[in-house]
């Protein structure tokens, strides 16, 4: 079981990381870096994370959490105007 979670872990990585690779969207150069929007995005990007990694074990003991998520995230993008948060599935709506 925890082969397959880590090849998804890859394939998830790889959908993350393809607009950079395909130069869609380019790096930014060290003076943005320390930028205060660079450090604070840093920061929220470590705490959903963290938060992504106790959703991961909450959903393990309780697998109704999964059904809510993904009513949730269908209501979300279809009648609120949220979207969906891979890069790769934008592309495509």
Known sequence: MKIWFKIGIII???GVLSPLV?????LPNVANLL???MVFSVIVGMFVAWLAGKGV???????I???GLL???VIGVAFLGGF????????EF
């Open 57 to 63: 074990s909450l959903m393990g003991e309780q697998p």
């Open 84 to 91: 969906l948060s891979d890069p790769s599935l934008q592309q």
């Open 65 to 67: 959490l999964v059904t």
């Open 71 to 73: 009513v949730g995230t």
């Open 12 to 14: 998830l990585t790889i």
């Open 22 to 26: 395909s130069g869609k969207i380019q």
């Open 35 to 37: 930028s205060w929007k």
